[in-house]
Antibody, heavy 116, light 106 residues
């Protein structure tokens, strides 16, 4: 079955760090550009990170630049999002998504709550 | 950064209605626009990419048009399964979503 499964969410205090994972089944991550997208409670979608299919290029919006890092482990077929200096406003459901044209495949999401 | 707007923000409609949602970009994105459908508690689902290409498996009642800065998503005959929130997304430089349009039951 072709799918993306996120994990690693939870409750963390402001200023702390957390790493999210996105494990792919039935597809090879290194063949695709990949993204993380988040959705705060009751809000719309916000793109937060991109990694190119060759793993060389990454990009982020200003809201997370310098705090979030996207990476991947091709041997584990897993995508990561390292999140540092977390803020209350980072609270959201985090989705990983495959880019094939547009974002054609999404995981089910993992929930991050940043709260003291 | 490219900003995306959608109108209306909420749309009340009945089964069988023809529904049109508009998405505008702050600068030309050529045809690098996608439409997604999202239901509560679920991940978004790609409906249309490159402004007008229907994703495989998506019903033909969905269609997209436009180029440059103005785009539309049309549902030709609204079905019960179509009540959801719809987002446009530009993927020209780099990636921005519109604020969404909620389609609810009239």
């Amino acid at each position: 079955q072709v799918q993306l499964v996120e994990s690693g969410g939870g409750v963390v205090q402001p200023g702390r760090s957390l790493r999210l994972s996105c494990t792919a089944s039935g597809l090879t991550l290194r063949m695709f550009a990949m993204h993380w997208v988040r959705q705060a409670p009751g809000k719309g979608l916000e793109w937060v990170a991109f990694i190119s299919d060759d793993g060389i290029n990454q990009n982020y919006p200003d809201s997370v630049k310098g705090r979030f890092t996207i990476s991947r482990d091709t041997s584990r077929n897993t995508l990561y999002l390292q999140m540092n200096s977390l803020r209350v406003e980072d609270t959201a459901v985090y989705y990983c998504a495959r880019e094939a044209g547009a974002f054609d495949m999404w995981g089910q999401g993992t929930v991050l709550t940043v709260s003291s | 950064d490219i900003q995306m707007t959608q109108s209306p923000s909420t749309l009340s409609a009945s089964v069988g209605d023809r529904v049109t949602i508009t998405c505008r970009a702050s600068q030309s994105i050529f045809r690098w626009l996608a439409w997604y459908q999202q239901k509560p508690g679920k991940a978004p689902k790609l409906l249309i990419y490159k402004a007008s290409i229907l994703e495989s498996g998506v019903p033909s009642r969905f269609s997209g048009s436009g180029s440059g800065t103005e785009f539309t998503l049309t549902i030709s005959s609204l079905q019960p399964d179509d009540f959801a929130t719809y987002y446009c997304q530009q993927y020209n430089n780099p990636f921005t979503f519109g604020p969404g349009t909620k389609v609810d039951i009239k």
